[in-house]
């Protein structure tokens, strides 16, 4: 089956669920790492619950999707399935990230260099219009154009 449909169809059998269990779907992958394939599936909280992913809620949501893509026996392949949450760590992958994380500290890589460096730390201000607005820790505003991020994943201050 295809990429798209598997991940599709995963979206469709989970959407209901996770509603009912205040989680919400992050990201899918359906990925081929050398012999193997994985499903991997990401749910978070609601921003306002102000609550994490426990992994008693990833055990819950793992053993839902099992059953629902067994009984529709929609994944020819043998395949791997992880259900986790996106990490202190996550990416940023909509536009409604950049808007959630506002203010909270982000690393940025970019496909081309900026004053000298492809690596951005700062803090997140905002998106609008497709730039990306970042506070360099010294001071410096930059605005990114999104086309020219290859990645933004919130920073874990220690």
């Known amino acids: 089956m295809a990429k798209k449909r598997v ?3 995963a979206r469709d059998l989970l959407a209901d669920f996770l509603e009912e269990h205040a989680l919400e779907l992050f990201h899918i992958e359906f990925v081929k790492e050398g ?3 994985y499903l991997r599936i990401y749910i978070d909280k609601p921003e306002e619950s102000g609550e994490y992913v426990s992994i008693e809620d990833c055990e819950m949501v793992s053993r839902y999707l099992s059953d629902r ?3 529709a026996d929609l ?3 043998n395949y791997f399935l992880e259900v986790s949450s996106p990490g202190l760590d996550r990416p940023l ?3 409604s990230d950049y808007v959630r994380f506002a203010g909270r500290p982000v690393d940025i890589s970019l496909y081309r260099a900026v ?3 492809k690596q951005i730390c700062g803090e997140l201000v905002g998106l609008k219009d497709g730039i990306v607005t970042v506070r360099e820790e010294n001071g ?3 605005e990114l154009p999104m086309e020219q991020i290859s990645r933004t994943k919130l ?3 220690i």
């Open 7 to 9: 991940k599709d169809a």
């Open 35 to 37: 012999r193997e394939r």
């Open 69 to 71: 893509l067994d009984e």
């Open 75 to 77: 994944i020819e392949d």
């Open 93 to 95: 992958l909509k536009e």
């Open 115 to 117: 004053n000298g460096t």
């Open 140 to 142: 410096d505003v930059l």
């Open 155 to 157: 920073a874990v201050i």
